[in-house]
């Protein structure tokens, strides 16, 4: 049902969410206690804490200083160079943070920073947007890297795997958006 009510757009996907998760504790799929061991408690303030970051680093000017400041360097860039940047910007970014957050982060910096090289920044928005799924090289950034983490495998496991796999998909992203948005 849940499933039903986000693809039909029926009920906002957030809410319906919230929705799965009450009713598959108040239906004993679940208990209470299961469903908060479950929930990481790192990820509540990791989560809660870069939606405020990524707004106050807007508000407060911060974005715009830091892309005032790397700018004069990059303006001197071809435009797929920088392009490029911002893509393995995300993923390394993505690999140590929820794929959410890190969105939530470097997104408004990212279309500054097309903004102010003349190039179109829907190319580093959807740079930044198909990124946010490329944590390949740590088990952190994605839930389900945590779960085959938990099997017992390294972080070496995922970097000698997810490293060439993330320079394939940085290559291919940045190729494409260029393609499709510069």
């Known amino acids: 049902g849940v499933l039903v009510a986000m693809a039909t757009s ?3 996907m957030h809410i319906a969410g919230v929705i799965g998760a009450i009713l598959v504790v108040v239906t004993g799929c ?6 908060i061991k479950a929930f990481p408690t790192s990820t509540i303030f990791i ?7 990524s707004k106050a680093l807007v508000s407060s000017g911060a974005a715009e200083y ?7 360097v990059l303006s001197n860039l071809p435009p797929i160079v920088l392009l490029g940047a911002i893509t393995f910007l995300m993923l390394l970014t993505t690999q140590f943070l929820m794929n959410s957050s890190a969105t939530v982060l ?18 580093g928005a959807m740079s930044v947007s198909v990124c946010a799924s490329g944590a390949f090289v740590t088990p952190f950034g994605t ?8 099997g017992g495998y390294s972080v070496k496991d995922y970097l000698k ?3 060439p796999m993330l320079i394939i998909f940085g290559v291919v992203t940045t190729a494409l958006c260029a393609v499709f948005y510069l």
């Not at 830091?66 to 004069?72: C, Q, R, Y």
Request: hydrophobic share 60%.
């Open 30 to 35: 679940i208990s209470l206690e299961e469903a």
């Open 161 to 163: 795997c997810g490293f």
């Open 66 to 72: 830091l892309v005032n400041a790397i700018s004069p």
């Open 143 to 150: 839930a389900p890297n945590l779960l085959v983490w938990a």
């Open 47 to 53: 989560v809660g804490g870069i939606f405020p970051l």
């Open 106 to 123: 470097v997104l408004p910096i990212a279309i500054m920073l097309c903004q102010a090289a003349g190039i179109n920044p829907l190319a």
């Open 10 to 12: 029926i009920v906002p």
